[in-house]
């Protein structure tokens, strides 16, 4: 049976460091996926015995100016061959077998009903509210739900996530203002049932949240890293350290005033 949908793993040539740690893990608790996965990069290739890579090169010219992540995202997407995509992000460390057998009824519920337009797979993502549905395995996402729009695991139609993305946004951005936006759209977005799949006994998809943190290591990475066997020079990026709040909501708003005009249409949802 042809697969009917595609993995995004979104990335950028500065995490490479990712890419060996996060395969490794994806073919141990993965294993019998065998559809396309696009690795987004900007100008590297990259391989993984057993996998069927393909690197996106969104940037394959040094010269042009550094694209934004949304910018980045809108080529990868370009790669894309089906109409659904599953989005991953290089830091989403699997630590579990993944329930193959449920994404897959999830993607062909979405395939024959084209009102959905998102299926969350984690209990990280929306903090709801939720509501339940005629189909015990899916909560649906209410319309004025927090984090409605959010960068974590997630089959996606791949019409939807683009109509989503701003050129001028970066992914917290994205998660802020398209969940705005998402308020103005009378559009089905779904999420598994977090009773019936625990994070602690039943997740479809396990990933610690997350690997990286401002591009520093998660201090608990070590750990996972060494269970497997998997040696990285944790020297490089060094350990997250959290910060007083004050300081992050400081540098938060310094970023959005930097771009009014994205602000501001971020803001109207627009």
Not at 63 to 69: G, N, P, V, Y
Not at 139 to 159: D, H, N
Not at 179 to 205: D, G, M, Q, W
Not at 248 to 261: D, E, F, H, Q, Y
Request: aromatic share 12%; proline share 5%.
């Amino acid at each position: 049976m042809a697969q009917t949908y595609s993995i995004l793993v979104n990335s950028c040539d500065s995490y490479e460091d990712c890419w060996h740690p996060f395969f490794s893990l994806f073919a141990k608790y993965w294993p019998n996926y065998e559809g396309q996965i696009v690795l987004n990069t900007e100008r590297k290739n990259w391989s993984f015995s057993g996998l069927k890579i393909k690197c996106a090169r969104v940037q394959p010219d040094a010269s042009e100016r550094k694209l934004s992540w949304s910018e980045c995202l809108l080529r990868a997407l370009d790669h894309i061959d089906t109409s659904l995509v599953l989005y991953l992000q290089d830091d989403y460390f699997l630590e579990r077998p993944v329930n193959s057998t449920l994404i897959n009824d999830f993607a062909e519920l979405m395939v024959r009903d084209n009102s959905i337009k998102h299926t969350g797979l984690t209990h990280f993502g929306s903090h709801g509210p939720l509501e339940q549905t005629p189909d015990e395995r899916l909560w649906k996402i209410g319309e004025r739900s927090a984090y409605r729009v959010s960068a974590q695991a997630a089959l996606w139609r791949v019409e939807t996530l683009r109509s989503y993305l701003r050129p001028e946004e970066n992914a917290w951005m994205f998660e802020i203002f398209g969940t705005r936006r998402a308020r103005h759209r009378a559009e089905t977005f779904l999420t598994v049932n977090r009773e019936l799949y625990h994070p602690k006994s039943t997740p479809i998809i396990q990933y610690m949240h997350t690997g990286i943190i401002k591009g520093k290591w998660n201090p608990k990475i070590p750990a996972l890293f060494e269970l497997h066997e998997i040696k990285v020079d944790f020297e490089k990026r060094g350990f997250f350290k959290p910060e007083p709040k004050a300081i992050g909501k400081l540098r938060t708003l310094t970023k959005l005033i930097s771009n009014p005009a994205a602000l501001w249409r971020g803001l109207r949802g627009a």
